[in-house]
C-alpha cells in the first residue's frame, strides 16, 4: 500500500516523444478504469502509430490488459467495469453513445492470451466473421476471402488439404494463427494481441513473431506481452506500465538501451517483475 | 535452530517407528473409506434390486391373459329378427345371452339358478363387447357358428395363474368348488388358452381387470407431456439465457435465482392446487384436461429446466464468447451462433430429465381433476384423461387380486418409458458433446 502511494505522488510526466513517426491511429487520453471500487489504471495517456507494432510491458497486474481491453471496448462486458478518459480510433471518441460497439470491435480486431478457436471446421472459423458483417457474398468470394486469410496468416499451406477439420484439432501454434486469420478475416485495422504467445512453445512463437513482422505493413498493432526479448523483437515502439501507471513511452530501441525511469530499467534488467 | 548440514547422522523422521505407524494407520484408513464406499453402492444397488424384483416377479404374469375358445351361436333370431342389418338394430342386440349360451352348451347338465349364474361368471362382461364388435365389423357373421376366444373374468385368469389357491376353504376363495370343476373341465378339453395380453396394452380404463388396459393413460400422458414440453422448453431455456448471459448482477437478479431455486424444492402437489386456483376456477379451464395437467407439469419442471440450462452455459468457457465477441459478434449472435450451441446437450439432459420427472408426476394432477375414472381414450387436448401414474396410483387402489399384477405391469411399462427417456439423453449427450 505504501509503495502505492508513493508512486501516485511521484508520477512522471511520462510524456511520449513529441512526434511518432508514423501517422496517430488510436489515442488515449487520462484513460482510468475502475473494477467496482478498485482502480485498476491510474490515468493512461498513450498514442498508437498507424502501421506500427506496440507493444505494452510490465510486471503481472499492472493493467496493461486492461488498457489493451479498454481499446475495443472488451471491457463492457465484465460488470462493474467503468472507463473514465478519452479513447479515440482516428479521431472518433470509441465511448461516444453514436459509436456502434459491434462495429468497432469489427475494425479493432482481439487475439487472446490462449488460442480460443471455436470447435467448428478450420473454414468456419474464418468465414464467421465475414458470414456476420455481411463481407463476402456468394460462397466464392467467401473461399477467396478464406484463403487469403490464411495465407496472410501463414497458415494456408498447413491446413488448406483439411479446411473442414475442426480447428481444434491443430496443435497450439496452429491454432495461434488460425485465431489470428479469424481476425484478420474481418479486415481490421488495428489488431489487439494479448500474449499471443504465452502459451506456445518457442519455434510457434518465432512463428507468430515472424507474422506480426509482416501484418505491420498493413494493420496497425498492439501487443502485450511478458516476454521483453518479443517486445524489443516485434516492436516499434514500448510502453512500460506498473501498477495501474504508464512509467514510459518510447521507441523501443530507447526504452530498452535507454530506459529515462529508473523502474523501468529495474524491470527490463529483471530485477523485479 | 537443527543443523541441517550435519550429514553425519540420519534422517530421523522418515525412518522412526512413529512414522511407520502413521504410514500404516493412513493406508488402514484409506482401506475402510473405500471399504465404505463399497458398501454405500452394494446397499444401493440391493435396495434396487429388491424394487425391481418385487415389481418384476408380481407383475410379468399380468402380460399374458387366459382366454376361453367358445362355440358361439350368431343367433339371427337374437341379433337381429328383422333382417334389416342396421347398425343400430345390430349394436343393441343382447350378445351375452350368446356367450352364456354357448358356455351352457358345454355344460349341459348346469340347470339351477344359482350354478348357472356362477357358470356365468367364469366370462367376462367384456365377451359380450367383444362379440358385438366383431358383428358391428363384419354382419355376415349372423347366422354362422364360429369359435371365437373370449375372455375368462378376472377370478378365472386369477386361479389358471395360480394366484388364488386351491387348497383354502371355499368360502375364502373368489372362485368356490362348482367353478373350479368347470375351469379344470375347460383345462382339460383344450378350451382355454393363454396368449400376450393385449387387452392390457390397447384398451382403456376399466372397473374389470381383465379388461383394463393402459392405453388411454399411455395417450393422456403423451398429450399432456406434449403441452408441458412445448411450454416449459422454450420459456425455462429463455429464462436461463436471459439470466445467464444478458441480465446485470444486482439484488433482483440475485432475488430471483433464488425464488427459482427454491421453487425446484416446493412440494409438487402445491402447484397443483396453484392449477385448480388459477387454470380451473380463474380461466375457467375444463377439468380433466391434458391441456391443464400439462400446464401445471410445465411449471413444475421450469425451475429444473432453467438451473440446468444455466448451468449448461455457465460450462460454456469465457474464451469462446471473448473470440466471437472479439470479431465483432453481436451479444445475441454470440450466445445463439456459440453458447447455446455449445450448451445444447446440458440443455437437453435437464429437459429430458425434467420431462422424465413430469412423467412421473401425480400429486399435482390429482388436484385438477385427472384422477376421475375415465374410460375413453382421449382424442384431443382438452377431452378427460388420466395419465400413466394416476392409473397406477387408482388400480394400486382397488381390491380385486388381478389389480395387484396390473399395477405391477403398469409400473413396468411406466420404467420402460423412463428409462428410453433417459436412454434418450444419455445418447444425445454423447451425440452432441464437443470438446474444447
Not at chain 2, 350354478?115 to 367384456?126: Q, Y
Not at chain 2, 400376450?196 to 396394452?201: A, E, S, T, V
Not at chain 2, 393413460?217 to 448471459?245: D, F, K, N, R
Amino acid at each position: 500500500m505504501a509503495v502505492q502511494t508513493q508512486m501516485q505522488s511521484s508520477r512522471p510526466g511520462a510524456s511520449e516523444p513529441a512526434a511518432s513517426r508514423a501517422g496517430l491511429k488510436m489515442d488515449a487520453r487520462d484513460v482510468k478504469v475502475f473494477y467496482g471500487s478498485k482502480q485498476a489504471l491510474r490515468g493512461i495517456d498513450l498514442s498508437v502509430g498507424e502501421c506500427q507494432v506496440t507493444a505494452l510491458i510490465g510486471p503481472s497486474g499492472c493493467g496493461k490488459s486492461t488498457f489493451l481491453r479498454c481499446l475495443n471496448r472488451m471491457n463492457d462486458t465484465i460488470e462493474n467495469c467503468r472507463v473514465e478518459g478519452l479513447i479515440t480510433l482516428d479521431g472518433q471518441d470509441v465511448y461516444d453513445r453514436s459509436i456502434d460497439v459491434v462495429q468497432l470491435r469489427a475494425r479493432v480486431g482481439m487475439v487472446f492470451q490462449k488460442p480460443n478457436p471455436f470447435p467448428k471446421s478450420i473454414y468456419d472459423n474464418v468465414s464467421y466473421g465475414p458470414r456476420i458483417h455481411g463481407l463476402a457474398a456468394g460462397r466464392d468470394e467467401m473461399d477467396e476471402v478464406v484463403q487469403k486469410s490464411l495465407q496472410r496468416a501463414g497458415l494456408w499451406n498447413e491446413v488448406k488439404d483439411r479446411l473442414r477439420e475442426p480447428g481444434t484439432g491443430l496443435s497450439g501454434g496452429q491454432q495461434q494463427r488460425l485465431c489470428i486469420a479469424r481476425a484478420i478475416a474481418v479486415s481490421p485495422e488495428v489488431i489487439l494481441m494479448d500474449e499471443p504467445c504465452s502459451a506456445l512453445d518457442p519455434i510457434a512463437t518465432a512463428h507468430i513473431e515472424e507474422l506480426i513482422d509482416e501484418l505491420r505493413e498493413n494493420y496497425t498493432i498492439v501487443i502485450v506481452t511478458h516476454n521483453m526479448q518479443q517486445a524489443a523483437r516485434v516492436s516499434q515502439r514500448t510502453a512500460f506500465f506498473h501498477l495501474g501507471e504508464m512509467v514510459e513511452v518510447g521507441d523501443t530501441e530507447e526504452i530498452f538501451t535507454n530506459p529515462r525511469d529508473e523502474r523501468t530499467q529495474g524491470y527490463i534488467t529483471g530485477r523485479y517483475g | 535452530m537443527t543443523d541441517f548440514a550435519a550429514n553425519d547422522r540420519p534422517m530421523p523422521v522418515y525412518q522412526s517407528d512413529a512414522f511407520a505407524r502413521r504410514l500404516r494407520r493412513r493406508y488402514a484408513a484409506e482401506r475402510r473409506f473405500r471399504l465404505y464406499g463399497i458398501a454405500a453402492i452394494g446397499v444401493a444397488l440391493g435396495m434396487l434390486a429388491i424394487l425391481l424384483g418385487s415389481i418384476v416377479s408380481k407383475g410379468y404374469t399380468a402380460f399374458w391373459q387366459h382366454d376361453v375358445v367358445l362355440e358361439i351361436n350368431f343367433d339371427p333370431q337374437e341379433i337381429d329378427p328383422a333382417g334389416t342389418r342396421d347398425p343400430a338394430v345390430l349394436g343393441g342386440a343382447n350378445y351375452q345371452a350368446l356367450a352364456r349360451e354357448a358356455l351352457r352348451e358345454r355344460f349341459p347338465e348346469v340347470d339351477s339358478r344359482s350354478d348357472r349364474r356362477a357358470l356365468n361368471d367364469l366370462l367376462s362382461v367384456g365377451a359380450a363387447y367383444e362379440l358385438r364388435s366383431m358383428v358391428l365389423e363384419n354382419p355376415d357373421l349372423i347366422g354362422t357358428r364360429q369359435a371365437v376366444r373370449l375372455p375368462l373374468s378376472d377370478d378365472a385368469d386369477q386361479l389358471l395363474k395360480g394366484n388364488i389357491r386351491r387348497e383354502v376353504g371355499q368360502t375364502e376363495r373368489r372362485v368356490d368348488d362348482r367353478q373350479i370343476g368347470w375351469i379344470d373341465a375347460l383345462e382339460a378339453d383344450g378350451a382355454v388358452v393363454s396368449g400376450f395380453n393385449w387387452r392390457l396394452m390397447a384398451n382403456g380404463d376399466s372397473r374389470e381387470p381383465e379388461l383394463a388396459g393402459i392405453y388411454a393413460a399411455a395417450i393422456g400422458s403423451a398429450l399432456t407431456l406434449m403441452i408441458t414440453l412445448a411450454m416449459a422448453v422454450p420459456i425455462g431455456v429463455s429464462a436461463a439465457v436471459y439470466l445467464e448471459e444478458f441480465a446485470p448482477k444486482n439484488r433482483w437478479t440475485d432475488l430471483i435465482e433464488v425464488n427459482i431455486n427454491n421453487l425446484a424444492a416446493v412440494p409438487s402437489i402445491v402447484f397443483g392446487l396453484l392449477g385448480l386456483a388459477v387454470f380451473l376456477n380463474l380461466f375457467g379451464l375444463p377439468r380433466s384436461a391434458p391441456v391443464v395437467g400439462g400446464i401445471v407439469l410445465a411449471l413444475m419442471s421450469l425451475p429444473t429446466i432453467i438451473i440446468t440450462t444455466r448451468a449448461a452455459l455457465k460450462a460454456v468457457p469465457p474464451s469462446i464468447r471473448e473470440a466471437a465477441l472479439g470479431i465483432g459478434a453481436s451479444r445475441l449472435q454470440v450466445v445463439g451462433h456459440h453458447v447455446l450451441p455449445l450448451a445444447m446437450p446440458g440443455v437437453l439432459t435437464g429437459t429430458i430429465i425434467a420431462m422424465a420427472q413430469a412423467l412421473g408426476e401425480t400429486a399435482p394432477l390429482l388436484m385438477i381433476g385427472m384422477v376421475a375414472f375415465i374410460v375413453d381414450i382421449p382424442g384431443g387436448f382438452t377431452d378427460a384423461a388420466t395419465v400413466l401414474p394416476v392409473t397406477i396410483f387408482m388400480w394400486a387402489d382397488s381390491p380385486e387380486r388381478a389389480f395387484v399384477e396390473r399395477t405391477s405391469a403398469a409400473i413396468m411399462v411406466l420404467l420402460a418409458f423412463l428409462i428410453a427417456m433417459n436412454a434418450l439423453a444419455i445418447i444425445l449427450r454423447k451425440k452432441f458433446e464437443r470438446r474444447w
